[in-house]
């Protein structure tokens, strides 16, 4: 028998590497369902699972509502657009509205950094982070290192290279606890304007050169340029961006021969990186987006036992 | 009390390896790695009996030790009709129904049988059958997988109390055991040591998952 050590996934900062290897351990033997010719198990019936989106998003979504869905979850979709939100309700008021709904699980995503972590403390559910502001997005983290684990054995002593917009990336700073605490290299890349100089407390080597990153790497991690979180005024042109800091089949060259090129998606082609770089055979961004499905599912099955344990504690 | 097996008439010698086994541990010994190879055999054999000639069949083991029993079911089968015979392995987990009931998570692996199991005879493999509800959940996931044209059981011990409908095809050994007793398993693939024992059950907190 085996548990994950909290009752939500608030972000990876939490997670201790024992909860780690059991999430990804327990993703790999999920990974066969979504191989059947019938998706479907029957372990979360007659569960309520709400997604909460108060930010657009697709791909994330519909990766939590498949595995919702392939686990036999029942499903209630809200988004900010057509929700009271819009209608000048609080985040807290929205929260416990939901929760007299008696859900089991909800997975939230919202610009603020945070709101998961209060839904967390007001809510008797188990609360999912799909990604909050700048700040973390667990469960990206997780199927990033599954994908690695899959193809090299292992996360201990891989050198990682994150490269592109780390400020406003929430994948970058989920992405640098996770590898860091399983013992990788980490290390980030991009403008000078675009890099916290903090990561380094967050284990990360910090270097403005790309040629410095990508050597020796084992895994390169090229981040999208976030314009919706920014005015153009970080870097002179994307243009400019591409010569410094664009993945290209020259700039590979200088990584190992068996290094594997990640992508969190949505890419911008002929920005960040390469068409022909993101078509390539050492390219795991489409089975970035597999792993995603297997990752939530087995979120979604570790947590659906644990709404009990905080239930039982908050009723005093 | 010295009870009489039917081994001691096949194979003698094996009664005397029991008797040195049975001073090493606490338990009561049920069988020696010995015995459960013999019945292993049988069982095989039995199989081969029923199925063989006629029909495309196929062995699935259920984790945990019904994988290796399953394995060397496999080779013996194997070993008679002189063709191999696909084997799978099933994890029931995901289809247990006491999953809303406890709170911890049992730790989940990969279900892999990589055939077809349509129109195939399946023969599901287990260590030991009490509830019956591992092999109503097994029967979940087969159908899941697919329609074969039909399910088979065999297990090495039956130990009776049954909770639900369900019977075993193939029986290594029949034992009554009391409900605060447990039968153990052990098979060197997964325990380093091989043989069966008879054990008082441990605290109840642990019987959610000896139920299984």
Known sequence: MTSLSHKDLLGVEQLSVDDINLILDTAEALREVSARPVKKVPTLRGKTVINLFFEPSTRTRSSFELAEKRLSADILNFSASTSSVSKGETLLDTAHNLESMSPDIIVIRHESAGAPHLLGRECRSSVVNAGDGMHEHPTQALLDALTVRTVKKRLEGLKLAIIGDISHSRVARSDTILFHKMGADVWVCGPPTLIPWEFDKLGATITGRMEEAIEGADVIMMLRLQHERQNEAFIPSTREYYNFYGLTRERMRLANKDTIVMHPGPMNRGVEIDSDVADAEYSVILNQVANGVATRMAVLYLLSGNAGLKLRRSSR | ?212
Do not use: W
């Open chain 2, 1 to 212: 009390m010295q009870r009489l097996f039917p081994y001691d008439i096949i194979a003698p010698h094996l009664t005397a390896q029991r008797e040195i086994q049975m001073k090493k541990m606490k338990g009561k010994l049920l069988m020696t790695a010995a015995e459960i190879d013999l019945v292993l055999a049988r069982i095989s054999a039995e199989i081969v009996e029923k199925l063989g000639p006629r029909n495309e069949f196929a062995i699935i083991g259920i984790r945990r030790r019904g994988v290796p029993l399953g394995e060397r079911l496999c080779k013996k089968i194997e070993a008679i009709l002189k063709r191999p015979i696909p084997f799978g392995i099933l994890d029931i987990t995901l289809y247990r129904d006491d999953l809303t009931a406890i709170s911890n998570r049992p730790m989940l692996r990969e279900t892999l049988i990589d055939f077809d199991i349509n129109n195939l005879s399946l023969v599901l493999v287990d260590d030991v059958l009490y509830t019956g509800r591992t092999i109503r959940a097994a029967l979940d996931g087969i159908v899941d997988l697919g329609r074969p044209r039909r399910v088979q059981l065999a297990v090495l011990i039956d130990r009776g109390s049954r909770e639900l409908p369900i019977q075993a095809d193939y029986v290594g050994k029949q034992v009554q055991v009391a409900e605060d007793e447990t039968v153990e398993v052990r098979l060197t693939e997964e325990d380093q040591e091989e043989r069966v024992l008879l054990l008082k059950k441990p605290p109840p907190s642990q019987s959610v998952e000896e139920n299984y």
